[in-house]
């Protein structure tokens, strides 16, 4: 059963995003971890990129595939998980905590209403298992 | 997971084990297990892995011009071949490209028994039947039938205390087949494989509640665990082996999929000779290489390859993490000039130009196994 810490919100992609004020730290959940397999690489945004909600914003490579993670907020990558660079299971051994991959400054709060709270998240990860 | 895809007689061992399972190629097979492809790769590098390849297809081809045919159905001459000797070869179309990869072991004078692609197990036998001259019957074995392979330096070792304490495993060299019986029925076993790894493959034609015994037999040797499709893929592309679909197909020559080694310059006229006996006199203008990405990045299937002043010389036909030697490969198809190992290229992949240097076709030197006689 994957992890799903209460202070997250989450969404249909299986990001997790971290809100403190108008920062968001965002990493992908347990559960893509699981699914992605042994991550081998991580291509990050440049700090200082404007995104909007939607955007390709990273992509995870795995032994098999590569996979592109959607931010789900618009705003300013204003920092990135460099340490992944060089270890990318990071995402796999930690998903929401050293695995993280951006924090974005946010530009629409209003995004946020959107997301799902960790309680909703594990009833949709049941219905995909279903 | 709805899916009419066949399971294998292995696939409640894959359950027991937590394998994630995928679709693929009709059948339901497990593409890691709960290690993970990377530790499973590792594993059969250094231990030995257990693979269900009951996917594949099996099949006997028998008859007094049995020889003769397969000596025209692919550039290998099977006329003088040993009892009990495998090889590896490709079935040509009359264009002189490939219709599949198999190996092909020579069971007896009359008997040869044909492990093919699952992909393509429907296109070989109709391709093999509409070809066959004289006396000589295709037989496939039915899809799914139980084939196991063991792979990875204790694969002798294992399989001989799990299984086969008494059968002389040591004296099955590379590339040889040979009859046995395994918990009161019979296999035929060869020592043959796609990892680059000594080990064996195991047929086990009369499938029935014995298959699952053999498997978590096998899986409770602490030298042997399970491995998936994942890793299996990881291994051959590090030694440079062709995935058929990918790296090969109806387009491309042996000779142009450098294995020009399973081409007999004294076997005359088999199906498309002209193309592939003139390519070997002549040369070619495109090549099969190895590519290894010089910066971070991982390159897959369909990304394309350029010179270093940016124009197109080709295209990546697999690619991928190679576990072994940490650093992102593949292998794909250049012009000629680029073929030589050494050179600098360009890899395409998604906006991004990444540094690469073609690169023989293995990563790693294949590990010393006993001689083929």
Redesign the interface.
């Known amino acids: 059963m994957a992890d799903t810490p209460a202070h997250l919100k989450y969404t249909p992609d299986h990001e997790w995003l971290e809100i403190d004020d108008s920062i968001a730290t965002i990493g992908v959940s347990d559960y893509a971890q699981e699914v992605l ?2 991550l ?2 991580v ?1 990050l945004p440049e700090i200082g990129n404007k995104i909007s909600l939607g955007d390709d914003f990273a ?1 995870v ?6 996979s592109e993670v959607y931010t789900p907020v618009s705003g300013e990558v204003i920092e990135i998980n460099a340490d992944l ?1 060089d270890n990318p299971q990071l995402i ?1 051994e930690k998903p929401y905590s050293d695995g993280w991959i951006a924090r974005i400054k946010l530009s629409d709060l209003s995004e946020l209403k959107e997301m799902m709270t960790a309680e909703e998240y594990e009833e949709y990860l049941n219905t995909l298992e279903a | 997971m709805p899916d009419k895809s066949i399971k294998t007689p292995f696939y409640d061992g894959h359950v027991e084990d937590h394998a994630k399972i995928v679709p693929f190629a009709g059948f339901m097979m497990p593409l890691n297990y709960a290690d993970g492809i990377i530790r499973e790769h590792e594993w059969v590098r250094t231990r030995a892995g257990l693979f269900d390849v009951s996917h594949m297809g099996q099949c006997f081809l028998e008859g007094a011009d049995a020889a003769k045919n397969l000596s025209r159905l692919t550039p290998t001459s099977f006329k003088k071949t040993d009892n009990g000797r495998s090889r590896y070869t490709v079935l040509t179309n009359h264009e002189g490209g490939v219709v599949d990869d198999l190996i092909i072991t020579r069971i007896n004078e009359n008997l040869f028994y044909l492990v093919i692609n699952a992909s393509c197990r429907e296109k070989d036998i109709a391709w093999i039947n509409d070809n066959l001259e004289g006396d000589a019957v295709l037989t496939p074995l039915k899809a799914g039938t139980p084939l196991l392979a063991i792979q990875g330096p204790c694969a002798e070792q294992a399989l001989k205390e799990a299984l086969l304490p008494n059968t002389n495993l040591e004296g099955l060299l590379y590339m040889h087949g040979m009859p046995a019986r395994i918990m009161g029925i019979d296999v035929f076993i060869t020592r043959t494989g796609y990892t680059g790894e000594d080990g064996f493959e195991i047929s086990i034609p009369n499938n029935d509640d014995k298959s699952m015994s053999i498997w978590r037999t096998l899986v409770q040797h602490e030298d042997i665990r399970p491995i998936g499709l994942g890793a299996r893929d990881s291994l051959r592309l590090e030694m440079g082996f062709p995935l058929y679909g990918h790296d090969m197909d109806t387009t491309t020559s042996p000779i142009e999929a450098d294995i020009k080694w399973v081409v007999n310059r004294k076997n005359e006229g088999f199906i498309g000779h002209n193309r592939i006996k003139k390519e070997l006199t002549e040369g070619v203008e495109r090549k099969r290489i190895g590519v290894k990405i010089t910066e971070k990045g991982v390159a897959r299937e369909g990304a394309k390859l350029l010179s270093p002043d940016g124009h197109t010389i080709g295209i990546l036909t697999s690619g991928g993490f190679s576990p072994s030697t940490k650093q992102s490969i593949g292998q794909g198809y250049v012009e000629s000039a680029f073929a030589e190992a050494g050179k600098i290229i360009l890899v395409e992949v998604r906006n991004r130009r990444l540094r690469a240097v073609t690169h023989e076709l293995n990563f790693i030197n294949p590990r010393p196994i006993k001689p083929s006689a």
Do not use: H, I, P, T
């Open positions: 397999g042994d081998v690489f291509e992509v490579e795995s032994v098999k595939a590569a660079s796999n």
